[in-house]
């Protein structure tokens, strides 16, 4: 019987941040100067990503806080556990014409403070929600403007089915239909809630 590994660092609890907290020995510069360096432009690709999640994490009252390491990106008050992925047509970057939207990571790897890492990839949440931004043109491109997202919502099953690490934009409507605006997020998820017996959306 494999033996429980003894763990003698355990990270002590940290308060949210609220941007004003000085950086100890640098001059006049806050968590928020940080902020600013690290994250400009909500445009990049990891930081769309973060903001999409957010967004979904905003749209169904979620309390749980975003854990890095986590099998999943966003988990409901009740233990809905909600993966996102995001993408957009323009980038940060110059194009010659806009990205052919295709979501990566489907399938991950799980983690435990015990046996690290997991050989197998899995699908490791209830429901899936794909987000893309819409706009076509940097002229009006306001990734803060959730009138700009449309999101995807499918069941774990449904995921499952398409069988792969990474989809096109193309797989997911085939497979889940028409988009939903933000404002209607949070209802289309609890309906695809797979826990629930129902699979509409």
Not at 14 to 21: H, I, K, N, V
Not at 40 to 63: C, I, K
Request: glycine share 8%.
């Amino acid at each position: 019987m494999k033996q429980p590994v003894l763990l003698s660092l355990t990270p002590r609890p940290m308060s949210p941040l609220r941007g004003d907290e000085p950086i100890i020995g640098v001059p006049d510069a806050t968590v928020v100067d940080f902020w600013r360096f690290a994250m400009p432009d909500l445009r990049m690709n990891n930081t769309r990503g973060l903001l999409a999640e957010f967004l979904v994490h905003q749209a169904v009252g979620s309390h749980e806080p975003r854990v890095e390491w986590a099998s999943h990106d966003v988990e409901t008050d009740d233990g809905l556990r909600i993966e996102v992925k995001a993408g957009a047509y323009l980038q940060a970057w110059e194009q010659r014409s806009p990205s052919q939207i295709r979501f990566s990571g489907i399938r991950a790897r799980t983690w435990s403070r015990d046996g690290g890492y997991s050989e197998a990839k899995s699908y490791n949440a209830d429901v899936y929600v794909f987000a893309v931004q819409t706009a076509r043109e940097h002229a009006v491109y306001e990734p803060l403007d959730t009138a700009q997202w449309e999101f995807y919502v499918l069941p774990r099953p449904v995921v499952a089915a398409l069988d792969s690490d990474s989809v096109s934009l193309g797989a997911v409507h085939a497979a889940g239909g028409s988009p939903v605006s933000f404002a209607a997020l949070n209802d289309c998820i609890r309906s695809t809630d797979p826990r629930t017996g129902t699979t509409g959306g």
